[in-house]
């Protein structure tokens, strides 16, 4: 009899227990997918940068998915098109909040696409993930907004010293898009080069999808400078590169990450050659095991090398899953931990989030150099 009453007791305990740990555990308990939404352009004039976004996240879930998931639920990636325009990535966003009312992260991508879904995202205590974006206004974004790509006040604070200070340029010129991330970084980098004693001796900006951007080259040329900042994106970046070219102007080449995509150098050519730029510390040569066994998976899978975009989205990805096998699927505690990180052994780099969710990692020094991107200092 003694028996059978301590055997009710166990079980009476361990029902108490589960019970507790069910009622006061952020872990995951159901084995129901882990949803977590994405917003990239999959159509439009930037539908190539969404599709390089996804290869990082795709990587990660993959293996993520491969190892168990998080705590038993398989992690599955809710994708909508928001074709890099603030509108209808708001309305992607309320699309998914809508049909997913559960869903408390959300990746995105974009400058002023983010600043248009954050206020959104703090209202409803999402956490909304950048591994793209670098505009410096993203710092003011709200609580519930984290930065995993360096914002430009560090990039492109660092590329003026260096055009000044290692290069010893007195004269530069700026070309940069007409949105908040080309605005940003034209303005932080003129305020940092005068105030190191160099001369901005020309400003052009360009619409963002224009193809012809030779009228304000020119301009660029009668000035003469002895370098130029590109505050441009990719593609773009690659077409005024080459117009560079045909135009004639021999000034050397500078910009910031955003300008690591092929289509620099496919677009680019030859001009291309020797553009140098600050990036966040992904280099694909490294010796980190880390970093050799994310080239290696990456190139397996999708035949290319990747670059630092793929770098950041994997890491990204890969930080919100540490998040919720930490604290569960509740937004606010999610939130709460990712303030908490502190170096974190990334693809991308040793990273931690400050007071404003911004990441603070290490940066160096790339160039383009027979066709490749490569680091040629720290």
Do not use: C
């Not at 999610?334 to 990441?359: A, C, M, P, R």
């Amino acid at each position: 009899m003694k028996k059978i009453i301590i055997g009710i007791v166990a079980v009476v305990l361990i029902i108490v227990g589960i019970s507790y740990f069910r009622k006061n555990s952020n872990q995951p308990i159901s084995k129901e997918p882990i949803k977590i939404g994405v917003i990239l352009p999959l159509t439009g004039n930037n539908a190539s940068y969404g599709e390089k976004f996804l290869k990082g996240l795709n990587l990660a879930n993959d293996e993520i998915n491969a190892n168990g998931g998080i705590g038993g639920g398989k992690v599955e990636l809710i994708i909508e098109d928001g074709m890099a325009d603030p509108a209808k990535s708001v309305t992607a966003y309320q699309k998914l909040r809508q049909e997913h009312k559960d869903m408390s992260v959300i990746i995105s991508a974009f400058s002023s696409v983010i600043l248009a879904i954050a206020p959104l995202a703090n209202d409803d205590h999402v956490v909304l993930m950048n591994p793209v974006a670098s505009s410096a206004n993203l710092s003011q974004a709200g609580d519930y907004e984290f930065n995993t790509m360096l914002l430009m006040s560090i990039t492109v604070n660092k590329l003026a010293d260096y055009i000044r200070n290692v290069e010893k340029i007195e004269k530069a010129g700026v070309i940069y898009v007409n949105t908040d991330f080309g605005k940003s970084g034209n303005d932080i980098f003129k305020k940092k080069f005068e105030s190191l004693g160099g001369e901005i001796v020309a400003e052009e900006n360009y619409k963002d999808g224009d193809t012809d951007v030779r009228t304000q080259i020119l301009k660029i040329k009668q000035a003469n400078p002895q370098a130029i900042y590109l505050a441009t994106t990719g593609k773009s970046g690659g077409i005024i590169i080459k117009q560079i070219g045909e135009i004639g102007i021999k000034a050397k080449l500078f910009s910031t990450d955003a300008i690591e995509t092929p289509e620099t150098i496919s677009l680019g050519g030859q001009v291309a050659e020797n553009l140098t730029y600050i990036s966040p510390a992904f280099d694909v040569k490294s010796d980190n095991p880390v970093v050799k066994k994310f080239v290696e998976a990456f190139q397996s899978k999708f035949n290319s090398l990747p670059e630092v975009y793929g770098a950041n989205n994997y890491d990204t990805l890969n930080l919100i899953a540490l998040a919720i096998r930490s604290v569960g699927v509740n937004g606010e505690a999610i939130k709460n931990y990712l303030y908490t990180v502190k170096n974190y052994n990334g693809v991308s780099g040793n990273l931690s989030f400050d007071e404003n969710g911004d990441v603070i990692k290490p940066t160096i020094v790339k160039s383009i150099q027979n066709g490749q991107f490569v680091k040629i200092s720290d």
